[in-house]
Nanobody
């Protein structure tokens, strides 16, 4: 089992920044990649960004490229999502997830999920 705990969500004005953290514990060696997803009210969960533990290779959704940065701290078993230039349409619950595959975008390929953290961007 892998346990994932997200933190860092909150309320921010448009144009502002937030940094989300995802602390992993348990059988973390079984996870090759980590991802961030988000789900807005009434919408499906969507891919945001992913990173491979081993070499830090990344992948981003087009909607966040150039604004969001995913990174990892191997010593702390923690993945971060730095979100800059936030827009109201970024408002959602953000989930961290772990996958046995690397930098994948399909939610079905992630087998462990955190509880989510709310990000609200106001005008």
């Amino acid at each position: 089992q892998v346990q994932l705990v997200e933190s860092g969500g909150g309320l921010v004005q448009a144009g502002g920044s937030l940094r989300l953290s995802c602390a992993a514990s348990g059988r973390t060696f079984s996870s090759v990649g980590m991802g961030w997803f988000r789900q807005a009210p009434g919408k499906e969960r969507e891919f945001v960004a992913a990173i491979r533990w081993l070499d830090g290779s990344t992948r981003y959704a087009d909607s966040v490229k150039g604004r969001f940065t995913i990174s990892r701290d191997i010593a702390k078993n923690t993945v971060y999502l730095q979100m800059n230039s936030l827009k109201p349409e970024d408002t959602a619950v953000y989930y961290c997830a772990a996958s046995p595959a690397a930098v994948v975008v399909l939610a079905s390929l992630y087998n462990y999920w955190g509880q989510g953290t709310q990000v609200t961007v106001s005008l």
